[in-house]
């Protein structure tokens, strides 16, 4: 509990308000985010969004609404921010203060009749993702894990990705893997580690750019949600973990500008649709995989996800991480007024399929929050005691951990003028409530009973 009466602290783009027994509200923290929380921070608890459970009624929540029906990437994210109005110089300066020699493109496309914002990083004016004249990258058939909607990730077929070296040849991108993952011998194919960065370059890189805190905080925990699933598939510790894939220049870009951006729109909960996860199967170095992949699969657990039928791969694991950092609660889309809408765009346009994510910016209606819970109540009569004796018993009570303490004149048998001594307490309390009674008052006996109640 915090003891910042009434003050509110922000953290990855949350806000939260804190708490203590004199009645004033707080956030929790988040299961899913596995980093330390600084202090004076705290994250949202998965399903509540913050303060949201405990919001008082006349309160306006900013709500931000992920709709996920053709899946989510990075780069789709961060189309859609912009595409809601987040400023794309504040994104552009942020790649460049990751000293990566990265920036932004950002174009109008279209896809599928919806107009949308396509973001693309660039590295000396071309592609980042693109193969560099003096980089050798891995040329090969087999599936990806992780790969970046701007290039191959999003929307494609088994049968398009299963392309000869001369058709096409990427780098890895995105997604943090042991060699033996892609099965590729050094023979085969050369390992070229100039975009890749184990997991220790990669805090350092974010800890040392000129970045808002909290969303440092929400990059870094993206990054440590991708080490632990890669360390935990492939057996090794997290530390060990190289990245090549999420390594490259344009995921870290991508991940460190989708915080930023996140952040900056002090959003009070984060709320995502169910996730279409796509269809088909994905050949990799383990053999053929069901959508999602491995990785994928591992980060999206918790969270409704579903299958359109499409026979494409459409969540990469940059996309699950950043939900899962985020600390999203799961839903139909809240009541709110909303005050701006983007779309954000996936490199390929399938025919009748609206390659993009939606961002819906907006108010939560005003209503109130209504919670119930079981407490346990304790309630002793005594006629011989003085004000200031019983005013100091019910002092004792409230630093035993009473929730609440009460104290009523009550007619005793034989017209005796007494006092009702009731406490209000939780169930792990009440035996430590009960001796105090005993202890300090003249009662022989405490009634004792559960009773269930409503709160804001």
């Given at each position: 509990?915090?003891?910042?009466?009434?003050?509110?602290?922000?953290?990855?783009?949350?806000?939260?308000?804190?708490?203590?027994?004199?009645?004033?509200?707080?956030?929790?923290?988040?299961g899913?985010?596995?980093?330390?929380?600084?202090?004076?921070?705290?994250?949202?608890d998965?399903?509540?969004?913050?303060?949201?459970a405990?919001?008082?009624?006349?309160?306006?929540?900013?709500?931000?609404?992920?709709?996920?029906f053709?899946?989510?990437?990075?780069?789709?994210?961060?189309?859609?921010?912009?595409?809601?109005?987040?400023?794309?110089?504040l994104?552009?300066?942020?790649?460049?203060?990751?000293?990566?020699?990265?920036?932004?493109r950002?174009?109008?496309?279209?896809?599928?009749?919806?107009?949308?914002?396509?973001?693309?990083?660039?590295?000396?004016?071309?592609?980042?993702?693109?193969?560099?004249?003096?980089?050798?990258?891995?040329?090969?058939?087999?599936?990806?894990?992780?790969?970046?909607?701007?290039?191959?990730?999003?929307?494609?077929?088994?049968?398009?990705?299963?392309?000869?070296h001369?058709?096409?040849?990427?780098?890895?991108?995105?997604?943090?893997?042991?060699?033996e993952?892609?099965?590729?011998?050094?023979?085969?194919?050369?390992?070229c580690?100039?975009?890749?960065?184990?997991?220790?370059n990669?805090?350092?890189?974010?800890?040392?750019?000129?970045?808002?805190?909290?969303?440092?905080?929400?990059?870094?925990?993206?990054?440590?949600?991708?080490?632990?699933?890669?360390?935990?598939?492939?057996?090794?510790?997290?530390?060990?973990?190289?990245?090549?894939?999420?390594?490259?220049?344009?995921?870290?870009?991508?991940?460190?500008?989708?915080?930023?951006?996140?952040?900056?729109?002090?959003?009070?909960?984060?709320?995502?649709?169910?996730?279409?996860?796509?269809?088909?199967f994905?050949?990799?170095?383990?053999?053929?995989?069901?959508?999602?992949?491995?990785?994928?699969?591992?980060?999206?657990?918790?969270?409704?996800?579903?299958?359109?039928?499409?026979?494409?791969?459409?969540?990469?694991?940059?996309?699950?991480?950043?939900?899962?950092?985020?600390?999203?609660?799961f839903?139909?889309?809240?009541?709110?007024?909303?005050?701006?809408?983007?779309?954000?765009?996936?490199?390929r346009?399938?025919?009748?399929?609206?390659?993009?994510?939606?961002l819906?910016?907006?108010?939560?209606?005003?209503?109130?929050?209504?919670?119930?819970?079981?407490?346990?109540?304790?309630?002793?009569?005594?006629?011989?005691?003085?004000?200031?004796?019983?005013?100091?018993?019910?002092?004792?009570?409230?630093?035993k951990?009473?929730?609440?303490?009460?104290?009523?004149?009550?007619?005793?048998?034989?017209?005796?003028?007494?006092?009702?001594?009731?406490?209000?307490?939780?169930?792990?309390?009440?035996?430590?409530?009960?001796?105090?009674?005993?202890?300090?008052?003249?009662?022989?006996?405490?009634?004792?009973?559960?009773e269930?109640?409503?709160?804001?």
């Amino acid at each position: 509990m915090f003891k910042a009466v009434g003050t509110a602290v922000r953290r990855a783009g949350f806000a939260y308000l804190a708490v203590d027994r004199e009645g004033c509200y707080s956030g929790t923290m988040n299961g899913n985010l596995p980093v330390e929380v600084p202090a004076g921070h705290c994250a949202t608890d998965n399903g509540k969004a913050g303060a949201a459970a405990h919001a008082p009624k006349d309160w306006q929540m900013k709500t931000g609404y992920i709709e996920c029906f053709a899946g989510i990437s990075g780069d789709m994210l961060l189309g859609a921010l912009v595409d809601a109005g987040v400023s794309v110089e504040l994104l552009r300066s942020t790649a460049k203060a990751l000293g990566l020699g990265a920036e932004l493109r950002v174009e109008r496309v279209n896809r599928s009749g919806i107009q949308s914002t396509k973001v693309d990083v660039l590295v000396d004016g071309n592609p980042a993702d693109a193969p560099h004249p003096d980089v050798t990258t891995h040329a090969h058939t087999e599936h990806r894990h992780g790969h970046s909607h701007g290039e191959s990730e999003h929307g494609h077929t088994h049968e398009e990705h299963e392309h000869s070296h001369e058709e096409h040849e990427h780098p890895h991108k995105e997604h943090g893997h042991t060699h033996e993952e892609h099965g590729h011998t050094h023979g085969e194919h050369e390992h070229c580690h100039t975009d890749g960065r184990d997991w220790a370059n990669i805090r350092n890189l974010i800890e040392q750019a000129a970045l808002p805190e909290d969303a440092k905080v929400l990059a870094l925990g993206t990054f440590e949600l991708l080490a632990r699933v890669e360390g935990q598939i492939h057996n090794v510790p997290v530390e060990n973990v190289h990245f090549h894939e999420v390594g490259a220049v344009d995921t870290v870009t991508d991940i460190v500008c989708s915080a930023v951006g996140l952040c900056s729109l002090h959003v009070d909960q984060w709320v995502c649709s169910a996730i279409n996860v796509g269809g088909g199967f994905v050949e990799c170095a383990h053999g053929r995989f069901p959508v999602p992949a491995p990785a994928t699969a591992e980060l999206l657990k918790g969270m409704p996800t579903y299958s359109s039928g499409l026979q494409m791969e459409l969540v990469t694991p940059t996309g699950a991480a950043l939900l899962r950092a985020l600390g999203c609660s799961f839903g139909d889309a809240p009541a709110m007024r909303s005050h701006s809408i983007g779309y954000g765009a996936g490199t390929r346009n399938p025919a009748r399929f609206p390659n993009v994510l939606r961002l819906s910016l907006g108010d939560a209606e005003s209503t109130t929050q209504f919670s119930e819970e079981t407490i346990t109540v304790l309630e002793c009569a005594v006629d011989d005691l003085s004000p200031q004796v019983m005013a100091r018993i019910m002092e004792l009570a409230i630093a035993k951990g009473a929730l609440d303490v009460m104290c009523i004149p009550v007619t005793m048998k034989k017209s005796r003028a007494g006092s009702l001594l009731m406490v209000l307490c939780e169930s792990k309390d009440a035996a430590a409530l009960e001796e105090l009674l005993f202890r300090e008052t003249s009662t022989p006996g405490i009634r004792v009973r559960k009773e269930k109640r409503v709160v804001l």
